[in-house]
């Protein structure tokens, strides 16, 4: 699986490749500290606004052509409202986004 699929994005985005670089760079700025800011929400206890926050990014995620990324963040918010979250979980989902942040660092894509 690509860490980011241009084509998914694009295809939703109607081939519209500057508002869909317009929206990787917003992603990038609005995310860029999230895995931070979610677990000091968790250990906080705002749950609530962790699930937010999570929905937010997977919503972008999904639009982006982020799979991964949506599916850990899909994965963490059902065991944020469980009230069971594991640390692989918190690990998954941290570990896929500094991918997704990476990528748009290191391709030029921003």
């Known amino acids: 699986m690509e860490i980011i699929d241009i084509d998914s994005a694009l295809e939703r985005l109607d081939g519209d490749r500057e508002l869909c670089r317009e929206l990787l760079l917003d992603f990038?700025?609005?995310?860029?500290?999230?895995?931070?800011?979610?677990?000091?929400?968790?250990?906080?206890?705002?749950?609530?606004?962790?699930?937010?926050?999570?929905?937010?990014?997977?919503?972008a995620?999904?639009?982006l052509g982020m799979g991964r990324l949506e599916t850990v963040a899909k994965t963490l918010s059902q065991q944020i409202r469980l009230g069971a979250v594991e640390v692989s979980?918190?690990?998954?989902?941290?570990?896929?986004?500094?991918?997704?942040l990476s990528e748009l660092e290191h391709t030029k894509r921003l």
């Not at 250990?43 to 609530?48: I, L, Q, V």
């Open 28 to 59: 990038y700025i609005d995310y860029y500290e999230v895995d931070r800011i979610l677990r000091d929400r968790l250990r906080d206890g705002a749950t609530e606004d962790a699930r937010q926050l999570l929905h937010n990014l997977r919503g």
């Open 61 to 63: 995620a999904g639009n």
């Open 89 to 100: 979980a918190l690990n998954n989902f941290s570990e896929a986004l500094h991918r997704v």
